[in-house]
């Protein structure tokens, strides 16, 4: 019988150690968190989530193999990816909201959730650094004679977990201030912030010379 808790225990802790490290996904939770509420928040979270799930399944059915070997796919995805938080960040910067409707803040229609779904997922998944993630790092710890598809896909669940754990952490240390966070001026600097995040993510994802 191959062993499997130890890779998995292994896998965990350092899964959970880049969850929590800053980044894009984080931002995009906190931002629209803090203007949007925590429902249109965790709707976010959750498509990033699915992001992580689509790069999982990616990796475990093979294709991430030839994006890590194809300089070709890897700078479409990356200029692709680069031009999408580009648009985000611009967008951002030049037209700050100044204050958030009380019935924005409560979202009832199914598209404006869609919309937050579609905006995590393709935040995490036009970033080609997350598949090159998927096949260099998860591979580590698949033990010799596992089923590489089955354990992938466990791991990618395992990762999805946290984050999903930590961007709800997230969004509670966002509840008293929640007021506050939804002034005017506050909403029009949250969204500046995030755009000049935006860009400078863009921005390294399109001169990364090395993946």
């Known amino acids: 019988m191959i062993p499997l808790l130890?890779?998995?225990a292994t896998f965990t802790v350092a899964a959970t150690i880049l969850t929590v490290t800053p980044g894009l996904d984080m931002a995009l939770v906190l931002r629209t968190a803090a203007s949007e509420g925590p429902a249109r928040a965790m709707l976010a979270g959750i498509g990033v989530v699915?992001?992580?799930?689509?790069w999982g399944l990616i990796a475990a059915v093979g294709l991430?193999?030839?994006l890590a070997a194809?300089?070709?796919?890897y700078h479409i995805l990356r200029w692709v990816g680069a031009a999408y938080l580009s648009y985000l960040g611009v967008r951002l910067l030049l037209a700050p909201r100044h204050g958030v409707p009380l019935a924005e803040a409560t979202p009832k229609a199914a598209g404006s959730g869609r919309r937050w779904l579609a905006r995590g997922f393709l935040t995490n998944i036009l970033n080609p650094k997350v598949g090159v993630f998927y096949v260099s790092f998860v591979p580590q710890f698949i033990p010799a004679g596992a089923n590489v598809p089955g354990m992938t896909v466990l791991l990618t669940a395992i990762h999805a977990g946290l984050s999903v754990i930590w961007f709800a952490l997230l969004i509670l240390a966002t509840r008293p201030i929640g007021r506050l966070l939804r002034q005017g001026a506050v909403v029009?600097?949250?969204d500046r912030v995030t755009g000049v995040i935006f860009i400078v993510f863009a921005a390294r994802l399109a001169l990364s010379a090395q993946r």
Do not use: K, N, R
Request: cysteine-free; proline content about 6%; overall charge negative.
């Open 6 to 8: 130890e890779p998995i």
């Open 50 to 54: 699915a992001g992580l799930f689509g």
């Open 64 to 66: 991430g193999a030839l």
């Open 70 to 73: 194809s300089e070709l796919a």
């Open 188 to 190: 029009a600097w949250l």
